[in-house]
């Protein structure tokens, strides 16, 4: 199962761009910690100050980056990339870079095993437990607590709703919002905790996610 994160930043030169003469993406992504992915971007390349210009000065940037992953992923076997890179100059002093990271080998846990680590916390913050069995009033009062909380794991596990599948769209003339909501299905705050709706351009690719059956 893989998993495709955008990624975008305006970069502010100090200097006018007339034309990027070259350009190249690397990067320093890796898992730091069961759930977290973190490293740096590191655009490099040469512009042009003017059109008319002959020489090229040279840019590199370092673009912090942090992914978490949902606990229900394991993700022993992660493999992070680049599955996409593309820029746009904006204006002679903004340089747009798009970029798409790919979480590949991530495997869902068995849901046995989702429900082991939430008894553990709960067990984990029930410090108070060995307090309350001192009063012979409420000796079942813990039980009864950690029965209900057991309970409302499984239910969340029920109804929490996830996605696994994600597809990319490419933005056309006749593109907006709207349509791209109704064409999917998929609800606009869900679109928009992957994707950036502010400015949609041709060409602009829109990360859609799907429910799991």
Not at 157 to 171: F, M, P, S, T
């Amino acid at each position: 199962m893989n998993k495709i994160v955008p990624f975008k930043k305006e970069i502010e030169f100090e200097t006018n761009i007339a034309e990027i003469s070259s350009i190249s993406l690397e990067h320093t992504l890796k898992l730091k910690e069961e759930n977290l992915v973190s490293g740096e971007f590191i655009v490099s390349g040469t512009f042009k100050m003017t059109e008319a210009s002959v020489n090229t000065d040279s840019f590199e940037y370092r673009l912090p980056f942090d992914i978490s992953i949902d606990t229900k992923y394991d993700t022993k076997n992660i493999d992070v990339d680049i599955n996409d890179f593309y820029y746009e100059v904006i204006n002679s002093k903004i340089l747009e870079v798009n970029i798409e990271v790919i979480l590949d080998g991530l495997e869902e846990k068995e849901e046995r095993t989702l429900i082991e680590e939430k008894i553990e916390t709960l067990n984990e913050n029930s410090d108070d437990a060995e307090e309350v069995k001192e009063n012979p009033v409420d000796d079942e009062s813990p039980k009864r607590e950690t029965s209900q909380a057991i309970k409302s794991i499984f239910e969340d596990l029920d109804k929490n709703e996830r996605y696994a599948v994600y597809k990319v769209h490419i933005v056309t003339e006749n593109d907006t919002v709207e349509t791209v909501i109704d064409k999917y299905g998929i609800a606009k705050n869900d679109l928009e905790a992957y994707n950036d709706l502010t400015d949609l351009k041709i060409g602009d690719k829109l990360i859609i996610p799907f429910h799991e059956d």
